[in-house]
T-cell receptor
Framework: DQQVKQNSPSLSVQEGRISILNCDYT??????FLWYKKYPAEGPTFLIS?????DKNEDGRFTVFLNKSAKHLSLHIVPSQPGDSAVYFC????????????FGTGTRLQVTL | GAVVSQHPSWVICKSGTSVKIECRSL??????MFWYRQFPKQSLMLMAT?????????EQGVEKDKFLINHASLTLSTLTVTSAHPEDSSFYIC?????????????FGAGTRLSVL
């Protein structure tokens, strides 16, 4: 049972444009969401997170939007840069505990020149 | 962000031997560490959760006698793959959670690629 889903396995965006990566979840108990970036043969790098009490969190070029009623979150990267090319994973957890993360299947972003 | 070091980054071993992977939190004390496994083009699958000084909690389907986890200090956890076989070949990644400002954020090591011949 895939509780966190990223339905787009890949995405190609031109440099300077906006990249939008989507993530859906089914478990309404999740109340904390994170995005990680991963290069091949490396561990994931934390990018940005959002609590369920918010609907938006922004950090530089990265903005995460949360729509609880739709159980959907998205990561916006603007402007996209070639160095952003990587696999992006969304993850969900429960606050208040050192709880395990449930990862999505990942979206491979390629930023072209 | 917090730094997590994982060693070795790549190991090749013969079938039947045991391999130990270390995971260290370098600049914070990790109350909890997690071990994941990733197959090619798939997501990260949690194997086990370890808390300092106590036994690890394994996910369903993970053999605890095969994947031995020790979390002896707040900065070090080890995963030992015992009697490794080719089907154990995979990418193993650890993460650490320190609480406090790192609430709900897990910081990951660089991963270990295990190849069992």
């Amino acid at each position: 049972d895939q509780q966190v889903k990223q339905n787009s396995p890949s995405l190609s965006v031109q440099e300077g444009r906006i990249s939008i990566l989507n993530c859906d979840y089914t478990n309404s108990m999740f109340d904390y969401f994170l995005w990680y970036k991963k290069y091949p043969a490396e561990g994931p790098t934390f990018l940005i997170s959002i609590s369920s009490i918010k609907d938006k969190n922004e950090d530089g070029r990265f903005t995460v939007f949360l729509n609880k009623s739709a159980k959907h979150l998205s990561l916006h990267i603007v402007p996209s840069q070639p160095g952003d090319s990587a696999v992006y994973f969304c993850a969900a957890s429960y606050t208040g505990t050192a709880s395990k993360l449930t990862f999505g299947t990942g979206t491979r972003l390629q930023v072209t020149l | 962000g917090a730094v997590v070091s994982q060693h070795p980054s790549w190991v090749i071993c013969k079938s039947g031997t045991s391999v130990k992977i270390e995971c260290r939190s370098l600049d914070f004390q990790a109350t909890t560490m997690f071990w994941y496994r990733q197959f090619p083009k798939q997501s990260l699958m949690l194997m086990a959760t370890s808390n300092e000084g106590s036994k690890a909690t394994y996910e369903q389907g993970v053999e605890k006698d095969k994947f031995l986890i020790n979390h002896a200090s707040l900065t070090l956890s080890t995963l030992t793959v015992t009697s490794a076989h080719p089907e154990d070949s995979s990418f193993y990644i650890c993460s650490a959670w320190g609480g406090g400002e790192a609430k709900n954020i897990q910081y990951f090591g660089a991963g270990t690629r295990l190849s069992v011949l």
